[in-house]
């Protein structure tokens, strides 16, 4: 099939699949005297699973890892399951800061409700408190 028809089935851009030939996502096509990419029906599986690789939050590199490995007829699953512990991992981080984030918040709103005041200069007690707790963790 032409890149137009596989852009239509798969619902990606041609020029991302073209993109993900350069980086070996795909399968490269065959081309035609034309010059025109001839791509075999196996692609639109690839890019399903770039698409499902993507959603699970994958990067580029590792979703070309997996298929690399699995085109070398080596089994992906242990590397699959290393790189998805890596990314539970980081979300839990992200999470745990999150809900510290979120606390803090919680608070700076109760002593507003508390009529917490402000300072001389103006600012509001609640928001100007050199408490380290209300320091807003990096994200």
Known sequence: MLIGEAAQRSGIPAH????YERRKLVSRATRLPSGYRVYSDRVLDELRFIRRAQRLGLTLEETR???SLGRAGRRPC????AICDA?????????AELQ?????LQEAKRLTERD???THEGFC??????????QRPPV
């Open 87 to 95: 990314h539970l991992a980081e979300i839990d981080r992200k999470m």
């Open 125 to 134: 007690r609640a928001i100007f408190s050199e408490d380290p707790a209300f």
């Open 100 to 104: 510290a984030f979120r606390q803090h």
């Open 116 to 118: 917490c005041g402000f």
């Open 65 to 67: 890892e997996i298929l």
């Open 78 to 81: 242990e590397r699959v399951a």
């Open 16 to 19: 991302t699949i073209r993109f």
